[in-house]
């Protein structure tokens, strides 16, 4: 207990960046909420989004506890605000490529969140897949393989994680257009590989640099793909 009670009070400033995201992250959900009960609905099913929202900021809080006392990861350093505008505008990248197998394919009408909803809700649904499907399969991935592989250099251990971690959302996401019988094979395959390279740049970001930044990176891509383009294909593309 001492050396928790030390850990918050030397990580201080990385907790107090914690809790203000995610209070912000609770108070969108809740507007979006008492706004649209449905939503969510899509997203995280009939569970009530305040206490799901609630629950993942409780749980990112105990993760990241763990994390910092390991010393593997940070949730904010100051001194890598520099680096956030160095590597945003690869998030283009991704984003073109997206465009381009909508153009070709067509993905659905309803995709998206329509604007103006779409500010308040992907900020809070990008933070909730940060935690879900990068943070919490992370460590507990690492505190298995270093329980596992106690001899083990920890940096083939990082590697053999993060490229584990990196395949849970393209999958996750290629689910349905497999089972749809819409797609072609191409398409999801590019898909597949897009948000593969997306999801394994965002955890080397983690690494390089903290949590915030990663975060940050995924918003980047949401402005562009889910709120710009969202905006633009249904007037383009229907």
Not at 4 to 23: D, H, M, W
Not at 56 to 77: E, H, N, P, S
Not at 130 to 154: D, G, Q, S, W
Not at 220 to 229: A, Q
């Amino acid at each position: 207990m001492t050396e928790i009670t030390e850990l918050f009070s030397k990580e201080r400033l990385q907790y107090l960046v914690y809790i203000g995201l995610s209070a912000g992250i609770v108070t969108l959900t809740g507007i979006i909420y008492f706004s649209n009960k449905l939503l969510f609905q899509r997203f995280i099913g009939r569970i009530n989004p305040l206490i799901a929202f609630f629950i993942v900021t409780i749980l990112g809080l105990i993760l990241f506890t763990f994390l910092l006392y390991r010393g593997w990861f940070a949730i904010y350093q100051r001194e890598n605000l520099a680096g956030l505008f160095r590597y945003s505008s690869l998030t283009a990248l991704f984003v073109i490529i997206s465009i381009l197998v909508d153009l070709k394919v067509g993905f659905p009408a309803d995709m998206n969140i329509l604007f103006p909803k779409s500010l308040l809700f992907y900020p809070a649904i990008g933070f909730l897949v940060e935690i879900l499907f990068h943070v919490l399969p992370l460590t507990i991935l690492l505190i298995l393989m270093t329980t596992i592989f106690k001899n083990a250099r920890y940096s083939s251990i990082f590697w053999i994680c993060i490229l584990i971690v990196a395949l849970l959302e393209p999958s996750f996401q290629a689910i349905p257009m497999v089972s749809s019988n819409y797609f072609p094979l191409w398409a999801i395959a590019i898909v597949w590989l897009n948000i593969f390279a997306f999801n394994l740049s965002q955890l080397l970001i983690f690494k390089r640099y903290d949590f915030v930044s990663m975060y940050s990176f995924r918003l980047v891509y949401y402005i562009l793909w889910h709120i710009g383009w969202g905006y633009i294909r249904l007037m383009i593309l229907f």
